[in-house]
């Protein structure tokens, strides 16, 4: 079983940056293709960004292109997200998630899932 847990959420100014971090443990971190996704206040789960198992494929979602990047340190079991100018609607909970294989913009951000879940982190972004 693969156990997620993400950190470094928080309070941030809009126009700011964070970096989230997720440490995953349970399975050779190099074979599990990874991802950020978020959920908003009354709003559904939606995708944000994922990264292949060595790491040469991004994909994000229209929305946070050019402001987040996602990337990964095989050797620390741990995946990050970089987000910077930072706006009032990228606050909600951020939750790390993993599959075997990464599969494509197109099938997160219409809901595709993937099969690990971590807890989530909460980023507030103020005004």
């Known amino acids: 079983q693969v156990q997620l847990v993400e950190s470094g959420g928080g309070l941030v100014q809009a126009g700011g940056s964070l970096r989230l971090s997720c440490a995953a443990s349970?399975?050779?971190?190099?074979?599990?293709?990874m991802g950020w996704f978020r959920q908003a206040p009354g709003k559904v789960r939606e995708f944000v960004a994922a990264i292949s198992r060595g790491g040469a494929r991004t994909y994000y979602a229209d929305s946070v292109k050019g402001r987040f990047t996602i990337s990964r340190d095989n050797a620390k079991n741990t995946v990050y997200l970089q987000m910077s100018s930072l706006g009032l609607e990228d606050t909600a909970v951020y939750y790390c998630a993993a599959e075997s294989w990464v599969r494509s913009e197109g099938y997160y951000s219409t809901g595709g899932g993937m099969d690990y879940w971590g807890k989530g982190t909460l980023v507030t972004v103020s005004s």
């Open positions: 349970g399975r050779t971190f190099s074979t599990l293709g």
